[in-house]
């Protein structure tokens, strides 16, 4: 019972530490994690002093604690490090991330190689052990922390890119280093040769299957979701669950990294769960990984900062001389990444060039934490391992990381500001100053109006609107307009918040549940390309996005090829009833866009550009109109249904707002308001969107043409066993001019076109086609094409005689139509050589 004891207080009181350490580090414009490290090792130095001095022995008890940390390498592990992994996962922005995909993954990956081999070639011939202890201790200080230097970077303004490239280092840097660790301690420990083939098969193997397991992981946690009803304390609780079961999964039952796997569950989690779990859930949910992942690092670097004097207990002048090369290598290795091979990324043309102050910033802020440490102890508590081989990882590896914290990291912030990367670019600039024209001046109006309201004293109306007075005529004293946007860039900025404001729409979409999380991600996905494009290529870049959110997606596509290919109905049927579903709601996002309330909003970027922005989104609301028509005037009944849902969706959400509104009144007491809350819960739970039906019965698609009409029952019956019903696409080449007729075609619904070299024929519903390749036994004379989509009726080349045969009208119909088409034909023959 005491050790429990004296463990809670340790760690009540390094959290007492921890949160008085945050104002501190405000107030000495320091990282908080170098002021933890401080502590810490203060702390341990502290605590070895007085166990093993006289000078009190009143302290004895509390210095053998915090001396003798009943810590190992495995509590550091097992739990904190699935926590942090999956934070920086969850709270990553992966699809921004995907932009410079490259980049991160050669600074995460091949910098984590690199960093290890250089490290290890430069120790070997001055240390006097094996290669192998060298490269582990190489990957052991390829780990970054990447806290402080994100830390410095967002209170100095630093660039979003910067900032993001040093986010997604870390994010795979910690998994690749700590495969690499593993793998090379295996070597060791077994006494095994260093293998380079074989470790490679053995990271890759570890990595990948971590990567496999950790996507399949987040996927089942993603299906769970709906379960939870919402309730954002189960869905929270899911994620903590889910760190730990995929880590230790991965670690004891697939024997693969369960770092990486983490990694991946988390990253799946951060791309989909936005488009599933709700917006207010969603921000309730990161806010609790805010809390988690701050006590997490907090607690593992102090503790582990607590341990850096006990390991540097027999440090000597011929490690500090090893440290140096250390340093030096681990330097080297980085630059010769960013300087020599990231810029072979930009020649392939894999990603935007990277400036040099990008790289000096990153080569600088590559400061070893907590994770080193903890790698460092682990090797001291390996049995198998030599105490030469424990000492030197353990001494160099914490020198490593008290040199970068307190060199690096106390530099840091003014390599940033030599860099003048702490400055906004001319463009972002000048848009602030247009921001604070307009609001300085709403702001002005709203004062002059409150002290009409009360009867403010002119001279503290004056005093008050003083400041704001000046910066109106800051904003517009002469040289401002000068210097600042063209409309050529007013516009692509405001394309840009164009995608965001779409963006958020969506989510709000998704709030009230009137789409499915399958449009909702569509939707999403769209209005990230939409801003992407405006920002690479402005307004030509934000048309083809535009196009692009229109185009059939690859899952459509695959769903018809199996349609196609195997007769498989019900994917095709689902993945149109998801296009149905986006056409509407992006229809509706676009007149909302287009509406007084967000035009409002863009008056900061000019007349001139509000105008355009109006233009563009009229194009795109009339390209959205007409490809949702097409379908609307297929299937009239299911978009009929579809924009029931919606509204009824809608009015479900202002229910609720309704209820919340006059609990929070306090006007109804709380069981009424949890009775209330229920039964719209249960109504939205019902609310489901209706199954899509491609509408391919044969006897119906018979009905619908008129050739049909004066069947007898029997008649109809023999016809429906002789035909086969097809769905067909816009733009699909149903018949191909050359290609010899192995059937005929009769239009139930939609529209098509006969091609034919300088003119085009249209067909509509109860017309037929394909039927003179069967009568004449030529090759097909013209490419038919969907111009709609289009539900038909085919009459296989086996089955058209005995069709003919069993019915004479139609026969005499279908021959009549031939010889009107031959005819024709011949005509236009006869005139094209006059």
Same mark, same amino acid.
């Given at each position: ?5 004296? !463990? ?14 945050? /104002?501190?580090? !405000? +107030?000495?414009?320091?990282? /908080? ?56 996962? #969850?709270?990553? $922005? ?11 993954? #050669? ?87 260093? $293998? ?33 009803? $919402? ?71 102090? =503790? ?31 630059? =010769? ?53 424990? +000492? ?28 003048? =990367?702490?400055?906004?670019? /001319? ?68 394309? !840009? ?158 229910? #609720? ?18 009775? =209330? ?47 086969? /019903? ?109």
């Amino acid at each position: 019972m005491l050790d429990i004891v004296v !463990v809670l207080t340790v760690l009540a009181t390094l959290l007492v530490v921890v949160s008085v350490s945050q /104002p501190v580090a !405000v +107030r000495l414009h320091l990282a /908080p994690v170098v002021l933890l490290a401080v502590i810490g090792v203060a702390i341990g130095a502290i605590s070895i002093v007085l166990l093993h001095t006289s000078l009190s022995d009143r302290f004895d008890g509390i210095a053998a604690v915090f001396a003798n940390l009943p810590v190992s390498s495995e509590t550091f592990v097992y739990v904190f490090l699935p926590l942090l992994v999956f934070d920086g996962a #969850m709270t990553s $922005d992966v699809r921004r991330m995907l932009e410079d995909a490259a980049p991160i993954l #050669m600074l995460a990956v091949v910098a984590t190689v690199v960093t290890t081999a250089v490290v290890g070639v430069a120790l070997w011939p001055v240390s006097g052990l094996p290669l192998v202890v060298c490269l582990l201790l190489g990957s052991v200080v390829a780990t970054t922390d990447p806290a402080a230097v994100i830390a410095v970077f967002r209170d100095v303004g630093a660039p979003a890119r910067l900032t993001r490239l040093v986010e997604g280092e870390s994010l795979l840097n910690d998994a690749a280093a700590i495969v690499m660790f593993v793998v090379l301690l295996g070597m060791i420990v077994s006494g095994r040769q260093p $293998d380079i083939v074989g470790g490679a098969v053995q990271f890759a193997i570890a990595f990948l299957g971590g990567a496999v397991l950790g996507v399949l992981a987040g996927r089942a946690f993603l299906q769970l979701i709906p379960w939870t009803r $919402d309730d954002r304390l189960a869905e929270a609780t899911l994620t903590v669950a889910l760190a730990y079961l995929v880590f230790i999964g991965a670690e004891h039952l697939f024997h693969v990294s369960g770092v990486v796997a983490v990694l991946c569950a988390g990253l799946t989690v951060s791309a989909s769960g936005r488009s599933r779990i709700t917006p207010y859930n969603w921000s309730f949910i990161t806010d609790l990984w805010a809390q988690i992942a701050f006590w997490a690092h907090s607690l593992v670097f102090v =503790l582990a900062s607590i341990l850096v004097p006990k390991l540097l207990l027999d440090v000597q002048f011929h490690d500090l001389v090893l440290i140096a090369v250390l340093i030096a290598a681990a330097l080297g290795a980085r630059l =010769l990444v960013l300087f020599l091979l990231l810029p072979l990324l930009s020649l392939a043309k894999l990603t935007q060039p990277i400036s040099t102050a990008y790289k000096l910033a990153i080569a600088w802020g590559g400061l070893r934490g907590a994770l080193t440490l903890v790698l460092a102890l682990a090797v001291t508590e390996n049995s198998a391992l030599n105490p030469e081989v424990q +000492r030197f990882v353990a001494v160099l590896a914490t020198g490593m990381v008290l040199f970068t914290l307190l060199v690096n990291g106390t530099t840091l912030r003014a390599v940033i500001h030599l860099l003048r =990367l702490d400055r906004l670019s /001319p463009v972002d600039q000048a848009l602030r100053d247009r921001v604070l024209a307009l609001s300085y001046a709403e702001i002005a109006e709203t004062i002059r109006a409150t002290g009409r309201e009360h009867e403010i004293s002119p001279s503290a109306l004056a005093s008050a609107l003083a400041p704001y007075e000046a910066g109106i005529a800051a904003a517009n004293s002469p040289g401002a307009e000068e210097a600042g946007l063209t409309d050529h860039e007013r516009l692509a900025i405001a394309l !840009v918040a164009l995608g965001n404001q779409e963006r958020m729409l969506a989510l709000e979409i998704m709030a009230e549940r009137a789409a499915s999380p399958v449009t909702v991600q569509a939707l999403l996905r769209n209005a990230e390309a939409l801003g992407e494009g405006a920002r690479s290529g402005g307004r030509l870049g934000y048309k083809r996005s535009a196009e692009a959110a229109l185009a059939f997606p690859f899952s459509f596509a695959a769903a018809y090829f199996l349609y196609r290919r195997l007769g498989i109905v019900r994917f095709l049927a689902d993945r149109l009833g998801d296009r149905f579903e986006m056409l509407l709601v992006t229809r509706l996002l676009i007149q909302e866009l287009g509406g007084p309330h967000a035009a409002r909003s863009r008056s900061i970027f000019g007349e001139r550009v509000v105008e355009l922005i109006d233009a563009i989104l009229k194009e795109r609301l009339k390209r959205t109109t007409a490809a949702l028509d097409a379908l609307r005037r297929q299937y009239p009944q299911y978009a009929a249904a579809l924009e029931a849902r919606f509204v009824r969706q809608s009015a479900l959400r202002r229910e #609720m707002g309704r209820y919340d509104a006059l609990f929070k009144e306090g006007l109804i007491a709380a069981e009424v308001y949890e009775d =209330l809350k229920g039964s719209v819960v249960d109504m939205q739970a019902r609310e489901t969107r209706p199954r899509f039906d491609l509408g391919l019965d044969t006897g119906q698609l018979i009905g619908r043409l008129e050739l049909f009409a004066d069947l007898s029952d029997q008649q109809l019956e023999r016809v429906q066993k002789l035909l086969r /019903p097809r769905f067909a696409v816009p733009r699909e080449v149903i018949v191909r001019n050359g290609d010899r007729g192995d059937a005929c075609y009769f239009i139930a619904s939609g529209a098509a076109e006969v091609v034919f070299p300088g003119r085009r024929i249209p067909l509509g519903t109860g017309d037929l086609f394909g039927e003179m390749a069967l009568l004449t036994g030529m090759t097909r004379q013209a490419d038919v094409v969907a111009m709609t989509y289009c539900r038909l009726l085919v009459l296989r080349k086996v089955d058209f005689d005995r069709f003919m045969q069993d019915n004479r009208d139609i026969r005499l119909a279908i021959h009549k139509i031939a010889a009107s088409r031959l005819s024709m034909n011949r005509s236009d023959e006869a005139a094209a050589t006059s």
